[in-house]
């Protein structure tokens, strides 16, 4: 018999709402990384996620309710570290930011204030660009305060371990600003591989 091979979740547009599913817990926060994203880092892993990707790199942040509640503390120790002059700026990961906007869009708009365009903002997501283009206002939100966007889901089939940022070769490094202006997906211009 032929084994089915597993898939992620596919959401109708508009079907998973971060008012309904987000619980505004965060899995960990990890200052001055170097991997996740271009120079040195501040990275924050909201939790929960419904994508399911078999492989998932973080199967534990997948649960809305794993690690502790987003606090005031914890975004003024995040903007402390990031006002290190050698920090390039903030990433989200997860679980899914995405679903988690209401975190997202608080440190977002504080790094903003914080910060101004000094410091970029760089998140992962298992959306696509082309189904955020069809999503809620929250989610609209969010991509218009990223510099870039990491999207699409993790598909085992396409892992490839030697792309830069990437865990699948499906998933695009996307220059956010740019692609808004131009209504095209635009790479990242400093994409080597
Ligand atoms: S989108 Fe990311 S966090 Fe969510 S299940 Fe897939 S790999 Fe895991």
């Not at 365009?117 to 959306?127: A, F, L, R, T, V």
């Not at 371990?161 to 400093?190: A, E």
Request: proline share 4%.
């Amino acid at each position: 018999m032929k084994r089915r091979i597993r898939k992620p979740n596919n959401p109708a547009p508009k079907e998973w709402q971060a008012k309904d599913v987000s619980q505004q817990y965060v899995a960990d926060y990890k200052p001055f990384n170097f991997v996740d994203g271009e120079g040195i880092r501040c990275s924050l892993y909201v939790s929960g996620c419904l994508f399911n990707c078999p492989g998932c790199y973080n199967v534990a942040a997948q649960n809305f309710h794993y690690g502790q509640p987003y606090t005031k503390g914890l975004e003024d120790q995040i903007i402390d570290d990031m006002s290190k002059s050698y920090v390039q700026g903030l990433t989200l990961l997860g679980g899914e930011p995405f679903l988690n906007t209401q975190v997202c869009l608080k440190i977002c708009e504080r790094v903003r204030k914080e910060f101004g365009h000094k410091k970029d903002i760089w998140s992962w997501s298992g959306y696509t660009w082309e189904e955020l283009m069809n999503e809620s206002y929250d989610k609209l939100k969010l991509l218009s305060m990223l510099d870039i966007l990491i999207d699409g889901r993790f598909l085992e089939d396409k892992k490839d371990l030697t792309l830069q940022f990437r865990g699948s070769s499906n998933q695009r490094i996307i220059d956010v600003p740019q692609s808004l202006q131009q209504n095209k997906v635009v790479i990242w211009d400093k994409l080597v591989h």
